[in-house]
């Protein structure tokens, strides 16, 4: 928690100020019921390419090495991370603080999904309410201590990616794409603004690469291939790993059972995972005088 000489704020009886008119900057510092070594978001410019899928494998991959991981769903609006862990439980209030929801593997989660009466219930709310629950995500729920907190952003580039880039203390991000060309071009416009916001980029996925022939075992590339690759080379970003078209995924994710997935497919995500292990903070040339920095 960072001290803050607050003559403005409300906060400033409970030393729990976080506003940027306070701190000086717009990234919001932890609060003092959590402590988080490395956060990293998960991006994609374009929805239904599989963010929150890899989110997740990346979380499961990184509790299974034994790290305390937690996973911030920031897709408000398509929450979806609760239903791939099969999660009903409402969070609980402790200290003035929301807990988050454990998975089996002990993955702490934190959605606007579990606060819902019903799943599928839409939540229509306009860009900045939709940002400011992302900001009490953060500043509200005790996430405790982890090593690894996983951030699934919402798709596109609008109101909530840019408040996640600008209050939180992102150590790096991830981009997620499939191999067609509308899903690349809007990829480009993901690295742009995360070059913009001074936020390194760890490198690109690229999900529903190809499906393995049950029959014969040949790999057909329905949307094409090579595109990803072909970005990262271009863009100076490694390609850090190639996911096929998984029926065994899609199964467990629509029944809540990702946590199942077998350790023999999750080596696709290694590369992935063994970045994010490593940490990173790395500076990003002409941003060395910038918050995130
Ligand atoms: N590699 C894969 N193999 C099979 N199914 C997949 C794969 N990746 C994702 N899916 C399925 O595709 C659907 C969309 O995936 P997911 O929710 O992860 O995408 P998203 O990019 O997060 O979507 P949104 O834009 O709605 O947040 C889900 O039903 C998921 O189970």
Not at 118 to 137: C, H, M, N, T, Y
Request: glycine share 8%; hydrophobic share 40%; proline share 7%.
């Amino acid at each position: 928690m960072s001290e803050t000489k607050c003559t403005t704020c409300n906060d400033k009886d409970t030393g729990r100020c976080n506003t940027e008119q306070c701190t000086g900057s717009p990234v919001l510092p932890q609060n003092d019921a959590s402590d988080i070594k490395q956060v990293v978001a998960v991006m994609s410019g374009k929805g239904g390419v599989g963010k929150s899928s890899v989110s997740a494998l990346l979380a499961i991959a990184l509790a299974r090495r034994g790290y305390k991981v937690g996973i911030l769903d920031a897709d408000i609006t398509g929450p979806s991370i609760p239903k791939l862990f099969g999660l009903v439980d409402r969070p609980e209030q402790f200290n003035n603080y929301i807990l988050p929801v454990k998975t089996s593997l002990g993955i702490q989660v934190m959605s606007l999904n579990l606060f819902l009466p019903q799943e599928d219930d839409p939540v229509i709310w306009r860009g900045p309410i939709l940002s400011s629950a992302v900001k009490q995500f953060w500043t509200d729920v005790a996430w405790g201590k982890l090593d690894y907190l996983i951030v699934d952003m919402p798709p596109g580039t609008g109101d909530v990616p840019l408040t996640v880039m600008q209050s939180l203390p992102l150590n790096g991000l991830v981009v997620v794409s499939s191999p067609q060309d509308l899903a690349m071009m809007v990829v480009g416009k993901t690295i742009k603004m995360a070059r913009q916001a001074c936020i390194p980029i760890l490198g690109l996925v690229e999900n529903m690469s190809y499906i393995t022939c049950p029959h014969c075992g040949e790999k057909i590339q329905p949307f094409g291939h090579g595109s990803v690759k072909e970005a990262a080379s271009k863009k100076g970003l490694p390609l850090l790993a190639v996911l096929p078209v998984d029926p065994e995924l899609a199964k467990l994710a629509d029944a809540g059972r990702i946590e199942d997935y077998e350790e023999t497919s999750l080596r696709n995500i290694e590369p992935l995972v063994e970045v994010v292990e490593k940490g990173y903070n790395r500076k990003v040339e002409g941003c060395e005088n910038c918050h995130h920095q």
